[in-house]
């Protein structure tokens, strides 16, 4: 048996399809994004055609569940003309004692020790900003996972769809904000 499949073996059904629950008290918040608004330049990429900072934003979360062993934080575009939309950036094992990210934190040595940052749609490790097609405006869905595990056993190289489907087969609760962006 692959160390693939020995990996997808331990997760049981129920698990995989079951949706996290949304707890009313558990929230995202941050001073970088806004919820329903444009995200400022420091959040685009710097690359195909767009020049921003490219940072990560600060995030905050408050009211995680109790039995949350880590958090995983998840920043999506459903929008990209893919056909599975983009992921700039996916985050695990983020220490249960964490509730909060430094704006720029990614890619700068600022990320909880532990946690493990993986490769974003660009094909860097880290957060990978905004830059959606000339004259189309995207969303960017930034989620904090409360997860029942400490830790996510993801292979060397995990794609984000496994990345994904890890996460949400372990997410307890989650908190997002959504922001948008457009050039």
């Known amino acids: ?44 990429f710097k ?14 979360w408050s009211g995680a569940p109790k039995e949350a062993k880590s958090f995983a934080i998840t920043a999506y575009d459903p929008d990209a003309p893919t056909g599975s939309g983009w992921w700039h950036w996916n985050v695990v094992n983020i220490p249960a004692d964490v509730s909060q990210l430094d704006a720029g934190a990614s890619g700068n040595g600022g990320m909880p020790k532990g946690s493990l940052e993986l490769k974003n749609d660009y094909g860097a490790t880290g957060f990978g900003g905004a830059c959606p097609p000339p004259g189309e405006v995207h969303r960017y869905i930034f989620t904090v996972h409360a997860l029942g595990v400490e830790k996510l056993d993801l292979p060397e190289g995990a794609s984000n769809a496994l990345t994904g489907f890890m996460i949400r087969a372990n997410t307890i609760s989650q908190a997002r904000l959504t922001a948008v962006y457009n050039r």
């Open 47 to 60: 690359g195909f055609g767009c020049d921003g900072g490219n940072l990560s934003p600060q995030l905050a």
């Open 1 to 44: 048996m692959s160390r693939f499949q020995k990996f997808l073996t331990g997760l049981t059904v129920a698990a995989a399809i079951s949706a996290p629950a949304f707890a009313g008290d558990f929230r995202l918040s941050s001073s970088s994004v806004s919820e329903g608004d444009q995200l400022a330049v420091t959040q685009v």
